[in-house]
């Protein structure tokens, strides 16, 4: 059970608009990290991160509240890495190794490039994709570090990519 929550699903405004401005996506990318950076800071990994598990609502004042949704497949850091959406779920999952954060971020990574570009990073990031979306150099490194095959080249977890996005110098502050 859950509370009724009256909005729209981010993979709906991925569909309806292609890619995003500047502003809206790291609008929406903070409030991402925000939510899943407190789930691993309690330890918690959400294995099931994908646009059409976060639900944008309007708040007054805002023009996307983000609420991450489906924790049903959650697990903590020493679980098994079983059970992701195939499409979002990190390169070193295939291996069936321990549930880690950085599964998180990779899944996170994909959904950013989603948002950002209206198209599925494929496993072969194309930086082009990303550039053509008009993203400066900082937010394509940024997407780009998230999707590193390896683990040890992402963030640790959603904190550190969120502090990390705070620090770039993008739009967004409204």
Same mark, same amino acid.
């Given at each position: 059970? +859950?509370?009724?929550?009256? $909005?729209? &699903?981010?993979? !709906?405004?991925?569909?309806?608009?292609?890619?995003?401005?500047?502003? #809206?996506?790291?609008?929406?990318?903070?409030? +991402? /990290?925000? @939510?899943?950076?407190?789930?691993?800071?309690?330890?918690? =990994?959400?294995?099931?991160?994908? *646009?059409?598990? =976060?639900?944008?609502? !309007?708040?007054?004042? +805002?023009?996307?509240?983000?609420?991450?949704?489906?924790?049903?497949?959650?697990?903590?850091?020493?679980?098994?890495?079983?059970?992701? #959406?195939?499409?979002?779920?990190?390169?070193?999952?295939?291996?069936?190794? !321990? /549930? #880690?954060?950085?599964?998180?971020?990779? @899944?996170? $990574?994909?959904?950013?490039?989603?948002?950002? #570009?209206?198209?599925? *990073?494929? &496993? !072969?990031?194309?930086?082009?994709?990303?550039?053509? @979306?008009?993203?400066?150099?900082?937010?394509?490194?940024?997407?780009? &570090?998230?999707?590193?095959?390896?683990?040890?080249?992402?963030?640790?977890?959603?904190?550190? +990519?969120?502090?990390?996005?705070?620090?770039?110098?993008?739009?967004?502050?409204?």
């Amino acid at each position: 059970i +859950m509370e009724s929550v009256d $909005g729209y &699903r981010l993979d !709906t405004l991925i569909k309806r608009s292609g890619h995003i401005d500047l502003d #809206t996506f790291v609008v929406i990318a903070r409030q +991402m /990290l925000d @939510a899943v950076g407190e789930a691993h800071e309690q330890g918690i =990994i959400h294995r099931d991160l994908k *646009p059409s598990n =976060i639900m944008l609502t !309007t708040r007054k004042g +805002m023009p996307y509240y983000v609420k991450v949704l489906d924790f049903g497949l959650a697990g903590l850091v020493s679980e098994n890495a079983r059970g992701m #959406t195939a499409g979002y779920f990190a390169p070193e999952a295939r291996e069936s190794r !321990t /549930l #880690t954060a950085a599964m998180d971020v990779y @899944a996170l $990574g994909v959904s950013l490039h989603r948002l950002a #570009t209206g198209r599925h *990073p494929s &496993r !072969t990031p194309d930086p082009r994709r990303l550039i053509r @979306a008009g993203l400066p150099t900082e937010a394509i490194e940024f997407i780009q &570090r998230a999707l590193a095959p390896d683990p040890a080249e992402r963030f640790a977890d959603a904190r550190a +990519m969120l502090d990390a996005l705070q620090e770039l110098p993008l739009a967004g502050e409204g």
